[in-house]
Protein backbone atom coordinates (compact mmCIF):
# COMPACT_ATOMS: atom_id res chain seq x y z
CA UNK A 1 0.00 0.00 0.00
CA UNK A 2 1.16 3.37 -0.84
CA UNK A 3 2.19 5.83 2.13
CA UNK A 4 0.02 9.27 1.74
CA UNK A 5 1.94 12.26 2.88
CA UNK A 6 0.16 14.51 4.65
CA UNK A 7 0.33 17.83 2.56
CA UNK A 8 1.50 20.62 4.68
CA UNK A 9 1.41 23.70 2.26
CA UNK A 10 -2.26 23.60 1.90
CA UNK A 11 -4.63 24.04 4.43
CA UNK A 12 -7.77 22.67 2.72
CA UNK A 13 -10.04 24.14 5.20
CA UNK A 14 -9.09 27.82 5.09
CA UNK A 15 -9.60 27.08 1.24
CA UNK A 16 -13.10 25.63 1.71
CA UNK A 17 -14.45 28.86 3.24
CA UNK A 18 -13.86 30.91 -0.25
CA UNK A 19 -16.28 28.95 -1.67
CA UNK A 20 -19.55 29.77 -0.44
CA UNK A 21 -21.55 27.10 -2.07
CA UNK A 22 -19.39 24.65 -0.62
CA UNK A 23 -21.27 24.85 2.35
CA UNK A 24 -24.67 23.38 2.38
CA UNK A 25 -26.40 20.16 2.67
CA UNK A 26 -28.31 18.43 -0.13
CA UNK A 27 -30.92 15.97 0.64
CA UNK A 28 -29.82 16.30 4.23
CA UNK A 29 -26.26 15.32 3.84
CA UNK A 30 -23.32 17.57 3.64
CA UNK A 31 -22.60 18.53 -0.21
CA UNK A 32 -19.72 16.63 -2.08
CA UNK A 33 -19.01 18.44 -5.13
CA UNK A 34 -17.28 16.05 -7.03
CA UNK A 35 -17.98 17.33 -10.32
CA UNK A 36 -14.97 19.75 -10.87
CA UNK A 37 -13.83 18.59 -14.47
CA UNK A 38 -17.60 20.00 -15.80
CA UNK A 39 -17.58 23.54 -14.20
CA UNK A 40 -16.06 24.78 -10.36
CA UNK A 41 -16.95 26.58 -7.84
CA UNK A 42 -15.91 30.38 -7.61
CA UNK A 43 -14.08 31.47 -4.72
CA UNK A 44 -15.36 34.96 -2.74
CA UNK A 45 -13.10 37.12 -4.95
CA UNK A 46 -14.12 36.04 -7.91
CA UNK A 47 -18.03 36.51 -7.15
CA UNK A 48 -17.25 40.00 -5.45
CA UNK A 49 -15.22 41.23 -8.85
CA UNK A 50 -18.36 40.07 -10.27
CA UNK A 51 -20.32 42.45 -7.55
CA UNK A 52 -17.85 45.22 -8.22
CA UNK A 53 -17.90 45.42 -11.58
CA UNK A 54 -21.75 45.19 -11.93
CA UNK A 55 -22.22 47.60 -8.88
CA UNK A 56 -19.22 50.16 -9.76
CA UNK A 57 -18.34 50.84 -12.85
CA UNK A 58 -20.35 49.31 -15.47
CA UNK A 59 -19.54 50.52 -18.76
CA UNK A 60 -18.88 49.75 -21.98
CA UNK A 61 -15.12 49.16 -22.89
CA UNK A 62 -12.92 51.08 -25.56
CA UNK A 63 -13.67 53.50 -27.31
CA UNK A 64 -15.10 55.55 -24.25
CA UNK A 65 -14.61 58.82 -22.95
CA UNK A 66 -15.84 58.82 -19.70
CA UNK A 67 -14.12 57.62 -16.25
CA UNK A 68 -16.49 54.53 -16.09
CA UNK A 69 -15.40 53.19 -19.34
CA UNK A 70 -11.83 53.92 -18.45
CA UNK A 71 -11.91 51.88 -15.63
CA UNK A 72 -13.76 49.23 -17.08
CA UNK A 73 -11.23 48.94 -20.11
CA UNK A 74 -8.33 48.99 -17.52
CA UNK A 75 -10.44 46.30 -15.75
CA UNK A 76 -10.79 43.87 -18.68
CA UNK A 77 -7.27 44.73 -20.38
CA UNK A 78 -5.76 43.69 -16.92
CA UNK A 79 -6.71 40.56 -17.09
CA UNK A 80 -5.94 39.94 -20.53
CA UNK A 81 -2.29 41.11 -19.05
CA UNK A 82 -2.81 38.23 -16.18
CA UNK A 83 -3.96 35.65 -18.75
CA UNK A 84 -0.43 36.36 -20.60
CA UNK A 85 1.11 35.80 -17.44
CA UNK A 86 -0.54 32.59 -16.63
CA UNK A 87 0.03 31.21 -19.54
CA UNK A 88 3.59 32.51 -20.19
CA UNK A 89 2.41 34.26 -23.19
CA UNK A 90 4.91 36.30 -25.09
CA UNK A 91 2.85 39.20 -26.09
CA UNK A 92 -0.34 41.05 -24.69
CA UNK A 93 -1.96 40.52 -28.06
CA UNK A 94 -1.72 36.67 -28.74
CA UNK A 95 -4.18 36.87 -25.72
CA UNK A 96 -7.68 36.61 -27.43
CA UNK A 97 -10.83 36.69 -25.22
CA UNK A 98 -13.50 33.97 -26.05
CA UNK A 99 -16.52 32.36 -24.65
CA UNK A 100 -14.37 29.03 -23.64
CA UNK A 101 -12.51 26.47 -25.00
CA UNK A 102 -15.77 25.31 -27.60
CA UNK A 103 -15.60 28.88 -29.00
CA UNK A 104 -11.91 29.06 -29.22
CA UNK A 105 -11.74 25.68 -31.16
CA UNK A 106 -14.57 27.21 -33.30
CA UNK A 107 -12.35 29.88 -33.53
CA UNK A 108 -9.10 28.35 -35.11
CA UNK A 109 -11.45 25.80 -36.96
CA UNK A 110 -13.03 28.27 -38.70
CA UNK A 111 -10.13 30.83 -39.38
CA UNK A 112 -7.08 29.34 -39.57
CA UNK A 113 -8.30 26.02 -40.71
CA UNK A 114 -10.87 27.23 -43.43
CA UNK A 115 -8.37 29.61 -44.53
CA UNK A 116 -5.55 26.65 -44.68
CA UNK A 117 -6.59 23.52 -45.27
CA UNK A 118 -6.73 22.20 -48.74
CA UNK A 119 -8.14 18.83 -50.38
CA UNK A 120 -6.21 16.37 -49.26
CA UNK A 121 -4.59 17.98 -46.02
CA UNK A 122 -4.94 15.79 -43.13
CA UNK A 123 -6.14 16.96 -39.40
CA UNK A 124 -4.82 14.99 -36.22
CA UNK A 125 -6.92 14.62 -33.72
CA UNK A 126 -6.83 12.01 -30.69
CA UNK A 127 -9.56 9.28 -29.27
CA UNK A 128 -9.20 11.05 -26.04
CA UNK A 129 -10.97 14.24 -27.85
CA UNK A 130 -14.06 16.11 -26.10
CA UNK A 131 -16.42 16.44 -29.07
CA UNK A 132 -15.40 19.99 -28.82
CA UNK A 133 -12.55 19.33 -30.74
CA UNK A 134 -13.74 17.02 -32.86
CA UNK A 135 -17.17 18.28 -34.24
CA UNK A 136 -15.25 21.99 -35.25
CA UNK A 137 -12.60 20.00 -37.29
CA UNK A 138 -14.95 18.07 -39.18
CA UNK A 139 -16.58 21.28 -40.32
CA UNK A 140 -13.32 22.89 -41.31
CA UNK A 141 -12.67 19.31 -43.40
CA UNK A 142 -15.87 19.07 -44.57
CA UNK A 143 -15.45 22.77 -45.90
CA UNK A 144 -11.90 22.47 -47.40
CA UNK A 145 -11.93 18.77 -48.63
CA UNK A 146 -8.98 17.51 -45.51
CA UNK A 147 -9.53 14.78 -43.38
CA UNK A 148 -9.08 13.72 -40.20
CA UNK A 149 -6.69 10.89 -38.51
CA UNK A 150 -7.06 9.86 -34.94
CA UNK A 151 -4.13 8.66 -32.58
CA UNK A 152 -5.41 5.55 -30.71
CA UNK A 153 -5.60 5.09 -27.07
CA UNK A 154 -4.82 2.06 -25.05
CA UNK A 155 -6.00 0.18 -22.87
CA UNK A 156 -5.07 2.18 -19.64
CA UNK A 157 -6.01 5.97 -21.46
CA UNK A 158 -2.59 6.80 -22.70
CA UNK A 159 -2.30 7.48 -26.29
CA UNK A 160 -0.13 5.71 -28.50
CA UNK A 161 2.85 7.94 -29.35
CA UNK A 162 4.24 5.04 -31.62
CA UNK A 163 0.84 5.37 -33.80
CA UNK A 164 0.98 9.02 -33.65
CA UNK A 165 4.42 9.12 -35.44
CA UNK A 166 2.83 6.79 -38.34
CA UNK A 167 0.37 8.89 -38.72
CA UNK A 168 2.30 12.15 -38.75
CA UNK A 169 2.87 12.87 -42.22
CA UNK A 170 3.59 15.86 -44.86
CA UNK A 171 -0.07 16.08 -45.68
CA UNK A 172 -0.62 16.94 -41.75
CA UNK A 173 -1.75 20.31 -41.33
CA UNK A 174 -2.59 20.82 -37.73
CA UNK A 175 -2.62 18.64 -34.58
CA UNK A 176 -5.23 19.06 -32.02
CA UNK A 177 -5.29 17.19 -28.86
CA UNK A 178 -5.79 18.29 -25.18
CA UNK A 179 -3.42 18.85 -22.39
CA UNK A 180 -5.32 16.43 -20.39
CA UNK A 181 -8.90 14.47 -21.15
CA UNK A 182 -12.00 15.62 -19.22
CA UNK A 183 -13.24 11.74 -19.09
CA UNK A 184 -9.86 9.87 -18.07
CA UNK A 185 -7.98 12.64 -16.55
CA UNK A 186 -4.61 11.09 -18.34
CA UNK A 187 -2.36 14.31 -18.85
CA UNK A 188 -0.87 14.27 -22.75
CA UNK A 189 2.58 14.07 -23.92
CA UNK A 190 2.08 17.74 -25.01
CA UNK A 191 5.58 18.61 -25.49
CA UNK A 192 6.96 15.65 -27.40
CA UNK A 193 3.59 15.79 -29.51
CA UNK A 194 4.09 19.36 -30.58
CA UNK A 195 7.72 18.58 -31.50
CA UNK A 196 6.95 15.92 -33.56
CA UNK A 197 4.29 17.80 -35.06
CA UNK A 198 6.43 20.95 -35.71
CA UNK A 199 9.04 18.79 -37.47
CA UNK A 200 6.53 18.00 -40.51
CA UNK A 201 5.83 21.79 -40.55
CA UNK A 202 1.77 21.02 -38.92
CA UNK A 203 0.85 23.31 -36.36
CA UNK A 204 -0.22 22.65 -33.07
CA UNK A 205 -3.73 23.34 -31.21
CA UNK A 206 -3.93 22.38 -27.83
CA UNK A 207 -7.32 22.32 -25.64
CA UNK A 208 -6.10 23.39 -21.92
CA UNK A 209 -9.75 22.91 -20.53
CA UNK A 210 -9.20 20.56 -18.18
CA UNK A 211 -5.42 21.56 -17.67
CA UNK A 212 -5.48 25.06 -16.92
CA UNK A 213 -6.46 24.45 -12.80
CA UNK A 214 -4.41 22.10 -12.53
CA UNK A 215 -1.13 22.08 -14.19
CA UNK A 216 1.84 24.50 -15.48
CA UNK A 217 1.46 25.76 -18.35
CA UNK A 218 4.22 27.57 -20.41
CA UNK A 219 3.01 28.14 -24.18
CA UNK A 220 6.77 29.29 -24.70
CA UNK A 221 8.23 26.62 -23.50
CA UNK A 222 5.61 24.23 -25.11
CA UNK A 223 5.99 26.21 -28.45
CA UNK A 224 2.51 25.71 -29.27
CA UNK A 225 0.38 27.40 -31.94
CA UNK A 226 -2.69 27.67 -29.80
CA UNK A 227 -3.81 26.98 -26.54
CA UNK A 228 -7.33 27.58 -25.10
CA UNK A 229 -8.63 27.25 -21.67
CA UNK A 230 -12.11 28.32 -19.99
CA UNK A 231 -12.53 30.18 -17.19
CA UNK A 232 -15.30 28.18 -15.29
CA UNK A 233 -13.01 25.32 -14.98
CA UNK A 234 -10.52 26.78 -12.81
CA UNK A 235 -12.36 28.77 -10.32
CA UNK A 236 -13.23 31.69 -12.52
CA UNK A 237 -16.75 32.68 -14.48
CA UNK A 238 -18.67 30.88 -16.61
CA UNK A 239 -18.67 32.66 -20.60
CA UNK A 240 -14.60 33.63 -20.53
CA UNK A 241 -11.84 31.69 -21.98
CA UNK A 242 -8.65 32.69 -23.34
CA UNK A 243 -7.03 31.78 -26.97
CA UNK A 244 -3.89 31.74 -27.25
CA UNK A 245 -2.19 31.98 -30.23
CA UNK A 246 1.33 32.67 -32.17
CA UNK A 247 1.45 36.59 -33.44
CA UNK A 248 2.48 35.36 -36.59
CA UNK A 249 -0.56 32.97 -37.16
CA UNK A 250 -3.04 35.76 -35.80
CA UNK A 251 -1.95 37.87 -37.94
CA UNK A 252 -2.15 36.19 -41.31
CA UNK A 253 -6.06 34.33 -40.16
CA UNK A 254 -8.79 36.19 -41.37
CA UNK A 255 -11.31 37.78 -38.87
CA UNK A 256 -13.76 34.86 -37.54
CA UNK A 257 -16.55 37.18 -36.66
CA UNK A 258 -17.57 40.71 -38.34
CA UNK A 259 -18.79 43.35 -36.11
CA UNK A 260 -18.43 46.41 -33.74
CA UNK A 261 -14.21 47.04 -31.98
CA UNK A 262 -12.83 44.05 -34.52
CA UNK A 263 -12.87 47.00 -37.46
CA UNK A 264 -10.67 50.00 -38.33
CA UNK A 265 -12.86 51.75 -40.60
CA UNK A 266 -16.17 50.64 -42.52
CA UNK A 267 -17.16 51.54 -45.59
CA UNK A 268 -19.41 49.64 -48.12
CA UNK A 269 -16.64 48.88 -50.52
CA UNK A 270 -14.13 47.76 -48.17
CA UNK A 271 -14.01 47.17 -43.70
CA UNK A 272 -10.29 47.50 -42.34
CA UNK A 273 -9.96 45.63 -39.65
CA UNK A 274 -8.31 46.34 -35.98
CA UNK A 275 -4.80 45.12 -35.06
CA UNK A 276 -4.74 42.18 -32.81
CA UNK A 277 -6.10 41.00 -30.45
CA UNK A 278 -9.48 43.15 -30.97
CA UNK A 279 -9.50 41.47 -35.02
CA UNK A 280 -10.90 38.49 -33.04
CA UNK A 281 -13.24 40.02 -30.83
CA UNK A 282 -15.58 41.46 -32.31
CA UNK A 283 -18.93 43.09 -31.12
CA UNK A 284 -19.35 43.40 -26.92
CA UNK A 285 -17.29 41.17 -25.31
CA UNK A 286 -18.74 39.23 -21.93
CA UNK A 287 -16.72 42.49 -20.09
CA UNK A 288 -17.79 41.44 -16.52
CA UNK A 289 -17.05 37.45 -16.59
CA UNK A 290 -13.48 38.56 -18.16
CA UNK A 291 -12.77 41.39 -15.61
CA UNK A 292 -13.80 38.45 -12.79
CA UNK A 293 -11.68 36.33 -14.26
CA UNK A 294 -8.51 38.21 -13.05
CA UNK A 295 -9.55 36.95 -9.76
CA UNK A 296 -9.25 33.13 -10.71
CA UNK A 297 -5.60 33.42 -12.05
CA UNK A 298 -4.64 35.38 -8.69
CA UNK A 299 -6.68 32.44 -6.54
CA UNK A 300 -4.62 29.74 -8.21
CA UNK A 301 -1.21 31.44 -8.36
CA UNK A 302 -2.04 32.02 -4.45
CA UNK A 303 -2.02 28.85 -3.43
CA UNK A 304 0.61 27.56 -6.39
CA UNK A 305 -0.38 25.16 -8.93
CA UNK A 306 2.76 22.76 -7.38
CA UNK A 307 0.57 22.58 -3.93
CA UNK A 308 -2.67 22.39 -5.83
CA UNK A 309 -0.99 19.58 -7.73
CA UNK A 310 0.47 17.61 -4.87
CA UNK A 311 -3.11 17.82 -2.62
CA UNK A 312 -5.19 16.72 -5.91
CA UNK A 313 -2.39 13.71 -6.44
CA UNK A 314 -3.05 13.11 -2.88
CA UNK A 315 -6.74 12.57 -3.53
CA UNK A 316 -7.02 10.65 -6.43
CA UNK A 317 -4.78 7.84 -5.09
CA UNK A 318 -6.25 8.13 -2.21
CA UNK A 319 -9.57 7.66 -4.36
CA UNK A 320 -8.29 5.21 -6.43
CA UNK A 321 -7.23 2.92 -3.87
CA UNK A 322 -10.51 3.28 -1.71
CA UNK A 323 -12.62 1.97 -4.55
CA UNK A 324 -10.27 -0.42 -5.75
CA UNK A 325 -11.56 -1.70 -1.77
CA UNK A 326 -15.42 -2.05 -3.64
CA UNK A 327 -16.49 -5.79 -4.95
CA UNK A 328 -17.83 -4.84 -8.57
CA UNK A 329 -15.78 -1.13 -8.96
CA UNK A 330 -13.93 -1.24 -12.04
CA UNK A 331 -11.69 2.32 -13.05
CA UNK A 332 -11.74 3.48 -16.33
CA UNK A 333 -8.66 5.02 -17.14
CA UNK A 334 -5.35 4.24 -14.99
CA UNK A 335 -2.94 6.37 -17.08
CA UNK A 336 0.81 6.92 -14.37
CA UNK A 337 0.01 10.96 -15.13
CA UNK A 338 -3.24 12.23 -14.25
CA UNK A 339 -4.87 15.34 -13.28
CA UNK A 340 -7.44 14.37 -10.69
CA UNK A 341 -10.26 12.74 -12.62
CA UNK A 342 -11.25 9.16 -12.06
CA UNK A 343 -13.96 7.34 -13.84
CA UNK A 344 -15.40 4.21 -13.04
CA UNK A 345 -18.18 1.50 -13.18
CA UNK A 346 -19.76 -0.70 -10.87
CA UNK A 347 -20.84 -4.05 -11.59
CA UNK A 348 -24.46 -4.46 -12.60
CA UNK A 349 -25.46 -0.85 -12.12
CA UNK A 350 -26.09 1.54 -15.11
CA UNK A 351 -24.13 4.71 -14.39
CA UNK A 352 -26.77 6.90 -14.25
CA UNK A 353 -28.22 5.14 -11.50
CA UNK A 354 -25.05 5.26 -9.57
CA UNK A 355 -24.96 8.64 -9.87
CA UNK A 356 -28.92 9.25 -8.81
CA UNK A 357 -28.25 6.94 -6.00
CA UNK A 358 -25.07 8.97 -4.98
CA UNK A 359 -27.17 12.13 -5.37
CA UNK A 360 -29.62 11.29 -2.76
CA UNK A 361 -26.59 11.39 0.03
CA UNK A 362 -25.46 14.91 -1.26
CA UNK A 363 -22.42 13.69 -3.73
CA UNK A 364 -22.26 15.81 -6.97
CA UNK A 365 -20.80 13.23 -9.67
CA UNK A 366 -21.20 13.25 -13.25
CA UNK A 367 -22.43 10.06 -15.38
CA UNK A 368 -22.25 9.48 -19.00
CA UNK A 369 -20.00 9.89 -22.06
CA UNK A 370 -18.62 12.83 -21.07
CA UNK A 371 -18.61 14.36 -24.65
CA UNK A 372 -16.43 11.66 -25.48
CA UNK A 373 -18.75 9.19 -27.37
CA UNK A 374 -15.72 7.82 -29.39
CA UNK A 375 -13.29 7.48 -26.70
CA UNK A 376 -16.05 5.55 -25.05
CA UNK A 377 -17.04 3.08 -28.10
CA UNK A 378 -13.17 2.65 -27.72
CA UNK A 379 -13.50 0.65 -24.07
CA UNK A 380 -17.36 -0.73 -25.55
CA UNK A 381 -19.18 1.69 -22.93
CA UNK A 382 -21.50 3.72 -22.81
CA UNK A 383 -20.46 6.24 -20.25
CA UNK A 384 -19.30 6.34 -17.07
CA UNK A 385 -19.65 7.44 -13.50
CA UNK A 386 -16.79 10.41 -13.27
CA UNK A 387 -15.92 11.89 -10.06
CA UNK A 388 -13.22 15.16 -10.18
CA UNK A 389 -11.98 16.36 -7.56
CA UNK A 390 -10.59 20.42 -7.18
CA UNK A 391 -8.30 22.16 -4.50
CA UNK A 392 -11.10 22.13 -1.86
CA UNK A 393 -11.97 18.43 -2.25
CA UNK A 394 -10.82 16.56 0.96
CA UNK A 395 -10.40 12.96 1.69
CA UNK A 396 -13.31 12.94 4.14
CA UNK A 397 -15.74 13.76 1.00
CA UNK A 398 -13.81 10.79 -1.44
CA UNK A 399 -14.54 8.16 2.47
CA UNK A 400 -18.42 9.85 2.10
CA UNK A 401 -18.59 8.59 -1.89
CA UNK A 402 -16.94 5.36 -1.39
CA UNK A 403 -19.49 4.21 1.77
CA UNK A 404 -22.17 5.40 -0.46
CA UNK A 405 -20.82 3.58 -3.20
CA UNK A 406 -20.62 0.67 -0.91
CA UNK A 407 -24.14 0.94 0.39
CA UNK A 408 -25.44 0.99 -3.11
CA UNK A 409 -23.18 -2.03 -4.58
CA UNK A 410 -24.26 -4.28 -1.78
CA UNK A 411 -27.76 -3.21 -1.99
CA UNK A 412 -28.08 -3.78 -5.31
CA UNK A 413 -26.46 -7.83 -5.21
CA UNK B 1 -58.81 -1.40 -10.70
CA UNK B 2 -59.01 1.81 -12.51
CA UNK B 3 -56.41 3.54 -13.56
CA UNK B 4 -57.14 6.16 -10.35
CA UNK B 5 -56.94 3.30 -8.06
CA UNK B 6 -53.94 2.45 -9.00
CA UNK B 7 -52.27 5.76 -8.81
CA UNK B 8 -53.71 6.08 -5.31
CA UNK B 9 -52.25 2.58 -4.47
CA UNK B 10 -49.01 3.35 -5.53
CA UNK B 11 -49.01 6.83 -3.78
CA UNK B 12 -49.89 5.24 -0.23
CA UNK B 13 -46.60 2.95 -1.15
CA UNK B 14 -44.59 5.66 -1.31
CA UNK B 15 -45.88 6.98 1.28
CA UNK B 16 -44.46 3.99 3.40
CA UNK B 17 -40.81 5.56 2.39
CA UNK B 18 -41.60 8.81 3.80
CA UNK B 19 -39.96 11.09 1.21
CA UNK B 20 -36.64 9.41 1.58
CA UNK B 21 -34.75 9.94 -1.56
CA UNK B 22 -32.23 6.82 -1.16
CA UNK B 23 -34.72 4.83 -0.05
CA UNK B 24 -37.33 6.00 -3.49
CA UNK B 25 -34.70 5.40 -5.71
CA UNK B 26 -34.18 1.81 -4.60
CA UNK B 27 -37.88 0.68 -4.70
CA UNK B 28 -37.97 2.04 -8.22
CA UNK B 29 -35.23 0.23 -8.80
CA UNK B 30 -36.56 -3.03 -7.31
CA UNK B 31 -39.63 -2.29 -9.22
CA UNK B 32 -37.30 -2.27 -12.53
CA UNK B 33 -35.76 -5.53 -11.58
CA UNK B 34 -39.36 -7.32 -11.27
CA UNK B 35 -40.66 -6.24 -14.87
CA UNK B 36 -39.55 -8.83 -17.41
CA UNK B 37 -37.35 -7.91 -20.24
CA UNK B 38 -38.53 -7.31 -23.49
CA UNK B 39 -36.78 -10.16 -25.68
CA UNK B 40 -34.33 -8.31 -28.07
CA UNK B 41 -35.88 -8.68 -31.04
CA UNK B 42 -38.16 -6.14 -29.64
CA UNK B 43 -35.43 -3.64 -28.60
CA UNK B 44 -35.48 -2.17 -31.89
CA UNK B 45 -35.11 1.66 -33.20
CA UNK B 46 -38.39 2.20 -33.54
CA UNK B 47 -39.64 1.01 -30.41
CA UNK B 48 -37.23 3.57 -28.34
CA UNK B 49 -39.35 6.21 -27.06
CA UNK B 50 -37.72 9.48 -27.66
CA UNK B 51 -36.87 12.50 -25.31
CA UNK B 52 -35.32 9.96 -22.74
CA UNK B 53 -31.79 10.00 -21.47
CA UNK B 54 -31.59 6.40 -20.91
CA UNK B 55 -32.79 3.90 -23.78
CA UNK B 56 -36.29 2.96 -23.35
CA UNK B 57 -37.85 0.61 -25.45
CA UNK B 58 -41.85 0.15 -25.61
CA UNK B 59 -44.70 -2.13 -27.13
CA UNK B 60 -48.04 -2.04 -26.92
CA UNK B 61 -50.71 -4.92 -27.47
CA UNK B 62 -54.30 -5.07 -27.91
CA UNK B 63 -56.51 -7.38 -26.63
CA UNK B 64 -60.05 -8.21 -25.95
CA UNK B 65 -60.36 -4.11 -26.22
CA UNK B 66 -57.64 -3.85 -23.66
CA UNK B 67 -54.74 -2.21 -23.97
CA UNK B 68 -51.35 -4.01 -22.41
CA UNK B 69 -48.00 -2.53 -22.56
CA UNK B 70 -44.56 -3.97 -22.29
CA UNK B 71 -41.12 -1.86 -21.99
CA UNK B 72 -37.33 -2.18 -20.90
CA UNK B 73 -34.43 0.39 -20.42
CA UNK B 74 -30.75 0.16 -20.24
CA UNK B 75 -30.94 1.39 -16.61
CA UNK B 76 -32.86 0.26 -13.33
CA UNK B 77 -34.80 3.43 -12.56
CA UNK B 78 -35.93 3.92 -15.67
CA UNK B 79 -37.27 0.69 -15.94
CA UNK B 80 -39.06 1.34 -12.26
CA UNK B 81 -40.47 4.26 -13.72
CA UNK B 82 -41.89 2.56 -16.86
CA UNK B 83 -43.21 -0.58 -14.63
CA UNK B 84 -45.08 2.26 -12.83
CA UNK B 85 -46.54 3.63 -16.01
CA UNK B 86 -47.57 -0.28 -16.90
CA UNK B 87 -48.91 -1.16 -14.06
CA UNK B 88 -51.48 2.00 -14.07
CA UNK B 89 -52.11 1.86 -17.73
CA UNK B 90 -52.17 -2.26 -18.48
CA UNK B 91 -55.89 -3.70 -18.64
CA UNK B 92 -57.66 -0.69 -19.74
CA UNK B 93 -59.78 0.63 -22.60
CA UNK B 94 -58.06 2.79 -25.17
CA UNK B 95 -60.28 5.43 -24.32
CA UNK B 96 -59.72 5.15 -20.49
CA UNK B 97 -55.80 5.84 -21.06
CA UNK B 98 -56.20 8.49 -23.72
CA UNK B 99 -58.44 10.31 -21.11
CA UNK B 100 -56.67 9.35 -17.89
CA UNK B 101 -55.23 12.09 -16.16
CA UNK B 102 -52.00 10.96 -13.66
CA UNK B 103 -51.50 12.40 -10.76
CA UNK B 104 -49.53 10.44 -8.49
CA UNK B 105 -45.96 11.55 -9.94
CA UNK B 106 -46.88 15.26 -8.12
CA UNK B 107 -48.24 13.16 -5.22
CA UNK B 108 -45.25 11.18 -4.58
CA UNK B 109 -43.29 14.32 -5.18
CA UNK B 110 -41.14 12.23 -7.87
CA UNK B 111 -39.53 15.25 -9.76
CA UNK B 112 -37.47 16.12 -6.62
CA UNK B 113 -35.85 12.29 -6.20
CA UNK B 114 -35.69 11.42 -10.08
CA UNK B 115 -34.30 14.72 -11.55
CA UNK B 116 -35.68 17.06 -14.29
CA UNK B 117 -33.96 15.57 -17.07
CA UNK B 118 -35.78 11.71 -15.92
CA UNK B 119 -38.61 13.78 -15.36
CA UNK B 120 -38.91 14.91 -19.02
CA UNK B 121 -37.84 11.50 -19.94
CA UNK B 122 -41.29 9.92 -18.23
CA UNK B 123 -43.38 12.77 -19.57
CA UNK B 124 -42.27 11.40 -23.11
CA UNK B 125 -43.14 7.60 -21.95
CA UNK B 126 -46.53 8.84 -21.25
CA UNK B 127 -47.21 10.60 -24.37
CA UNK B 128 -46.22 7.52 -26.19
CA UNK B 129 -48.09 5.34 -24.51
CA UNK B 130 -51.22 7.99 -24.87
CA UNK B 131 -50.23 7.62 -28.30
CA UNK B 132 -50.49 4.40 -28.85
CA UNK B 133 -53.60 3.91 -27.16
CA UNK B 134 -55.25 6.78 -29.30
CA UNK B 135 -54.08 4.55 -32.56
CA UNK B 136 -56.06 1.44 -31.04
CA UNK B 137 -58.69 3.90 -30.75
CA UNK B 138 -59.01 5.35 -34.22
CA UNK B 139 -58.22 1.38 -35.44
CA UNK B 140 -61.46 -0.02 -33.32
CA UNK B 141 -64.02 3.41 -34.67
CA UNK B 142 -62.48 2.16 -38.22
CA UNK B 143 -63.61 -1.71 -37.27
CA UNK B 144 -66.82 -0.40 -35.88
Redesign the interface.
Known sequence: MKSHAPVIELNVASVRKAFPVLDQTVNGHPLVYFDNAATTQKPTAVIQALVSYYSGYNANIHRGVHALAEKATRAFEDTREAARQFLNAPEKEEIIFVRGVTDAINLVAASYGKSTLRNGDEIILSALEHHSNIVPWQLAAEATGASIRVIPVGDSGELDMTAYEDILGPRTRIVAVNHASNSLGTVNPIASIIKKAHAVGAKVLIDGAQAAAHLDIDVQKLDCDFYCISGHKMYGPTGAGVLYGKRELLENMPPYQGGGEMIKEVAFEKTTFNDLPYKFEAGTPNIADVVALKAAFAFINSLGKENIRTHENDLLEYADEKLLTVKGVRLVGTAANKVSVQSFLVDGMHHFDVGQLLDARGIAVRTGHHCTQPLMDRYGIEGTVRASFAVYNTRAEIDQMVEAINRVSSLRR | MTIEQTQHAIIDEFKLLEGD??M???YL?DLGEKLPALPGSLKIEENIVKGC??KVWLVADLKKDHVYFSADS?????KGLVSLLIRIFNGNLPEEIVGSELFFMKQIGMDR???TQ?SNGFASMIQRMKQHARKFQTSQGVKA
Open positions: RESVMMQSNTAITFIGR
